[in-house]
C-alpha cells in the first residue's frame, strides 16, 4: 500500500474533522488529542458524510453520522451500535511526516 498526503497538520483542527478524496475515494481526517485517524468517510447506510457530523459526543473517539446517528470508531472503523443497517467502515495508517499527513491507502 502506498503513503499518500492527504493534508497537513494545520488543516484538521484539534477536536475536528475533515474531508479528503483519493481517487474518488472520500477519507475522513480527524485529529484528537494531536492524533490524526483516518476512515471512510461515507455513511454506508445512506451515503451521508460523516466528517459533517459530530466527534466526542459518544465517545472520544466517536464519530455520530449527521443522519442516522450511527457511531463509528475513527481508530477502527467500527460501528459502536448493534446495529443492522450501519456497517463498518475501513480505517487507514496514518503517519505523520514534519507537518504532512500521509494515509496508507
Known sequence: MAKIKLATL????EGGMIERSHEGRAVLLARI???VFAMDNICN?????LHEGEVGRE?????TCPWHEAHFDVRT???EQDIAWAEDNDAFA??????DVLVEM
Not at 10 to 13: E, R, W
Request: negative net charge; glycine residues 24%; proline residues 4%.
Open 94 to 99: 496514518v503517519e505523520i511526516d514534519g507537518g
Open 59 to 63: 465517545g472520544k473517539y466517536m464519530v
Open 33 to 35: 488529542d494531536g492524533e
Open 77 to 79: 472503523g467500527k460501528v
Open 10 to 13: 494545520s488543516d484538521i483542527p
Open 45 to 49: 447506510h445512506m451515503g451521508a458524510c
